[in-house]
């Protein structure tokens, strides 16, 4: 954070062109990511499966959210990645591919995604809701 | 609160000054941005080798793949797991061509315990040229009789 500028001094282009420069700049993630490494699209921590939702996280931080792919087919959740790099001495791709079966309580239609600012994939599908009621009898009285 | 040196913002003042030599240095500390990581730590050229190292840990030996073509150098792996809810495949292609004065034919690499692949080749050698010296034959001159 820069200090405030005083306003009995001069300013110039440079001092504005500094603040510009280092305002706020911060670059994604995918460009802190450590391509030296071919660990990548890990699960982070253990697949959640309880009684309210059923939550999946992944290490996405090799690829731009542009080439991720998340399908639902069905209970199929599929989600893909292609990263395509060109260097001075050569090529680089990387890709994965990845099924998961949702299960029967989950709420297809409410799956939902996040990616955070470090490369993190959070996939969550809520389970659905009993919906099972009990129906009094009621009696008939005969003739 | 007077409005008096608002007005007149060029005047000069020892606090302003101040001000903004103690700006100055606050730039001069704060980084202007983190460089993006370079392939200088992957990819080693110098004088005497050419070598690669990658982070393959989390590959099987048998999953990967290295294949040499002129001077072409392919690195290839490919993994699929099966999960209990369902199943995980990942692939990872490096192609590098590999700079003129390297010897080819002695390309060699190894894998480490802990994942790390590391291919390397020598350049080759400048050929040992040597002067050869021009011996005169002494010259005999007979006179004939």
């Known amino acids: 954070m820069l200090m405030l500028r005083s306003p009995y001094s001069d300013s110039n282009a440079l001092d504005h062109f500094l603040d510009e420069l280092t305002g706020s700049v911060q670059f994604p993630y995918w460009r802190n990511?450590?391509?030296?490494?071919f660990n990548f699209s890990d699960n982070i921590g253990e697949i959640v499966n309880d009684e309210s939702k059923f939550s999946v996280q992944l290490d996405v931080s090799h690829f731009k959210p542009e080439n991720l792919k998340i399908k639902l087919d069905g209970r199929e959740l599929k989600i893909?990645?292609?990263?395509?790099?060109?260097?001075?001495?050569?090529?680089?791709?990387?890709?994965?591919?990845?099924?998961?079966?949702?299960?029967?309580?989950?709420?297809?239609?409410s799956v939902?995604?996040?990616?955070?600012n470090e490369g993190k994939l959070q996939i969550e599908a809520p389970k659905k809701t009993n919906s099972s009621r009990s129906i009094p009898i009621n009696f008939v009285a005969k003739h | 609160m007077s409005l008096y040196h608002y007005f007149r913002p060029a005047q000069r003042s020892v606090f302003g000054d101040l001000m903004r030599?103690?700006?100055?240095?606050?730039?001069?500390?704060?980084?202007?941005?983190?460089?993006?990581?370079?392939?200088?730590?992957?990819?080693?050229?110098?004088?005497?080798?050419?070598?690669?190292?990658?982070?393959?840990?989390?590959?099987?030996?048998?999953?990967?793949?290295?294949?040499?073509?002129?001077?072409?150098?392919?690195?290839?792996?490919?993994q699929e797991l099966k999960t209990e809810h369902g199943y995980s495949k990942k692939s990872f292609s490096r192609v590098i061509l590999l700079p003129e004065d390297v010897d080819v034919g002695a390309v060699a690499s190894n894998l480490s315990e802990d994942g790390k692949l590391s291919i390397e080749a020598p350049k080759k050698e400048a050929i040992q040229g040597r002067s050869i010296p021009i011996q005169q034959a002494p010259v005999e001159q007979k006179t004939s009789e």
Not at chain 1, 93 to 105: A, V, Y
Not at chain 2, 31 to 60: H, M, T, W, Y
């Open chain 1, 33 to 37: 990511a450590d391509h030296n490494s």
């Open chain 1, 80 to 109: 893909e990645g292609i990263q395509e790099t060109k260097s001075e001495h050569g090529y680089l791709k990387r890709s994965f591919s990845k099924m998961i079966l949702l299960p029967e309580d989950a709420d297809l239609p």
């Open chain 1, 112 to 116: 939902k995604s996040a990616i955070s």
């Open chain 2, 21 to 78: 030599d103690m700006a100055q240095m606050e730039r001069q500390f704060t980084p202007v941005c983190r460089g993006s990581p370079s392939e200088s730590s992957e990819i080693v050229n110098n004088d005497q080798k050419f070598a690669i190292n990658l982070n393959v840990s989390q590959f099987k030996p048998e999953d990967l793949k290295i294949n040499l073509d002129g001077h072409t150098l392919s690195i290839q792996g490919e």
